[in-house]
């Protein structure tokens, strides 16, 4: 006689039939338009021309394109059922422990090969690099979550990569820069000998800790000198968002699943890719049907360019290669604190998040670090999965409108995205679990 | 107009629902009887009386009970609820890229929450230490797996726990140490001064690199001395492979929806929990019904217990606390060579795998290291999982057997269990990736 074990359910999963075959662009119904990009070089609305060198050509049409869905091409649709669909977990263990009455619902993008959303569009931007006749992708990486998922998915559809990784994160990480390399990536620290403006960077300072804007710099210097070699990044673009919807295209479904509609979606933004990801479908439901659904973007305190920064042209990095475009920003040349959440560290955010901020339609809120960590350690040792300190921002937001609920006794359900694992960011835990952590 | 993409399926997963309601003990279905275990201090048989103070209850009634079928309680299934059932998928990469005809299958252990199977048993180990009024359990680590799922298993079930961790693992795999405590737990490296035993081997060498034997010692020694107190052990007993056969029962539901049942069933024994997890019900099956199923266990060069070792009478460690029992064994005091795979460094195998062995219905092989390694980087840059270097010993024989069909022609199913994935062994896959791993 078997026993009886009557636990409601906590796993919403679709079977690989249930992949998304098209990709989601909510630019054409975005409130007000996305303001035209500007070329760094001529002043003026930049051309496809421009581009052309550097980026994918099927990239720069998605960019630009009025479609609202594109389809996701058979080698990209085969990659992603290594590990997609993702799994919809409800968090009943938080709940409890939070003694609240709210629901609490994760897409788990932790899951992926690379251990963060990042490979959904890296499959397709490698894919359409080879489809151009490159035979090698180049990209920057900060804390080498992007770095990863370059690597992975060169090497699943057989080009070369090389990544350009930010030299403190270099040192820092050691097990991203192995992880990498296991693909078949080269990764050289950044500033680096390989490049014009990675030797200028070295001759002022042999041991420059680098950032970001000299990594994307080399990268598309690199890039440009090679007629074999597409440029790939990572976030703020709006293909980069439209191709992170097979997130939130998933989510909707495991959520009638679930039998529940979310009152408020969460997710933390450094570019808006895994916030886009997750929260864009549900954005279109809400401004299509009129519905009361908050969205909440959450960003450090150490980068507040949604909640302190200027919505106007500005640089997105300092080489100053990418267009400019309207966006809320900080200054291209702000310099955030060292915060462990490495994928939040951003001057700007993408003109489909500033767009929809500006109009009202969604909102932001900005969270410090040490907060931050003690939210993902209230889910960790409840849910059993570290996340990533750049998903913990949204974690702790979620627990905050968990404990309102507790107050107001509203049974609200909430849905975030736990867009990676930490398991690579133990040095981070092991700095706040021995009480030497900054609250940055 | 959606895109069709008519890819076979790869992945094979089942719901919550389906988590096994029950443990399956394959000891009274065993060809030969497992010898009587023998007390170290009697030189008698042990009496349950004369574990009760160091082990659960219910765990010794498990190790000596001829039930098929053990109820597997509540608060246990409902934490399985966090990540099992685990997928089933199949490996069409990897079998493109070494151009076989085979079929290869693996089940993914490594989405536990601590990266590997050992959550099986040690969730059920705490939970009835737990009943068994236990504020408190320890353990020994090695390479760290145990002691992680231990540590997560008493953080979500409200108890403490104390690992004491092989000094020079303690110094190698920060990360492991850093995951331990993110739960809460307590680790020392061993040889510790908490221990009467540990300050003996602190005194003879305070920078003693410490074994798995000292650190059994030392978690036996705690738990002797406290009332509050029990100690779990994470392989080789009974009842531990009991625990882990959730594995078969989901694999073998699982193959049923791909269709196939495998020809050949091969996992790494260390101390065998996890091989016994995945082919028990398929070794039952194998017996049952006359089938010509080839069950494989892989072991390392460096600790070569089934091939290299004696069946008869031996310690399963140095501190002789354990009863003596019948197995293949290599000797108590044999120093295997110092592997990555951590896991599988020990100098017998469990019961239930001799008695099996003895009787000709499994068989066993032995690979080293450099091989191994090589198999790894085939798998993940074919599957973009990196593996534990312990089940990268499986993933090395499944190469093997799917390469001898490519020279016959054959078309076996191959299935094969990814105990845990090699996120926290980077720093082997760097020597590896470099030239710097020996082939020990």
Same mark, same amino acid.
């Given at each position: ?40 070089? $001529?002043?003026?609305?930049? $051309? ?61 993008? *932790? ?53 350009? !990784? ?103 933004? *450094? ?5 886009? *990801? ?8 809400? !401004? ?8 909440? !973007? ?23 290669? +990418? ?19 490495? *994928? ?7 003109? +489909? ?88």
């Amino acid at each position: 006689m078997k026993p009886k074990h009557a636990f409601p359910t906590t796993a919403f999963l679709l079977s690989q039939e249930d992949i998304p075959h098209q990709w989601f662009n909510i630019v054409p119904e975005l409130p007000k338009p996305i303001d035209p990009y500007i070329s760094c070089v $001529t002043g003026e609305v930049v $051309t496809a021309d421009e581009l052309a060198p550097l980026l994918p050509g099927e990239l720069l049409r998605q960019e630009f394109t009025d479609e609202s869905w594109v389809d996701i091409p058979d080698e990209v649709y085969e990659a992603y059922k290594l590990w997609r669909p993702t799994p919809l977990r409800r968090a009943v263990r938080l709940e409890r422990a939070l003694d609240t009455p709210a629901h609490i619902y994760f897409k788990h993008e *932790g899951t992926s090969p690379a251990g963060s959303h990042k490979p959904n569009t890296a499959i397709p931007q490698v894919f359409y690099a080879k489809q151009d006749g490159a035979k090698r992708v180049v990209t920057e990486t900060g804390a080498g979550q992007w770095g990863s998922g370059v690597a992975m998915a060169a090497c699943l559809l057989g080009l070369e990569s090389k990544i350009y !990784m930010v030299n403190v994160s270099y040192n820092q990480k050691p097990y991203r820069r192995v992880f990498i390399e296991c693909f078949g990536g080269q990764v050289v620290p950044s500033p680096s000998p390989d490049t014009a403006i990675g030797r200028e960077y070295l001759k002022q300072d042999p041991d420059n800790p680098g950032n970001l804007g000299i990594a994307v710099a080399e990268a598309v210097e690199d890039a440009k000198g090679r007629d074999d070699t597409k440029y790939v990044l990572g976030s703020a673009l709006s293909y980069v968002l439209m191709h992170q919807t097979v997130i939130g295209q998933e989510a909707k479904r495991q959520m009638e699943m679930a039998g529940e509609y979310p009152d408020v979606v969460i997710g933390c933004v *450094g570019g808006g890719s895994n916030w886009g *990801g997750l929260a864009l479908p549900f954005v279109s439901d809400k !401004m299509a049907r009129g519905l009361g659904t908050r969205v909440v !973007m959450v960003e450090p305190t150490a980068a507040p360019s949604m909640t302190q920064g200027k919505f106007d042209y500005d640089y997105a990095e300092p080489s100053k290669t +990418i267009p400019m475009m309207r966006m809320y920003s900080l200054g291209v040349d702000y310099q955030p604190a060292s915060i462990h959440a490495g *994928g939040l560290r951003l001057s700007c955010v993408a003109p +489909i998040c500033s767009v929809l901020l500006e109009s009202g339609v969604v909102e932001a809120r900005a969270v410090a670090q040490m907060p931050v960590f003690e939210a993902a350690r209230i889910f960790l040792q409840a849910e059993a999965i570290v996340p990533a300190p750049e998903s913990a921002h949204a974690i702790l937001a979620v627990i905050d409108e968990a404990l309102e609920c507790r107050k107001t006794g509203e049974a609200k359900t909430i849905l975030f995205n736990l867009s990676g694992h930490g398991l690579f960011d133990l040095g981070a835990y092991d700095k706040f679990n021995s009480g030497q952590l900054e609250n940055a």
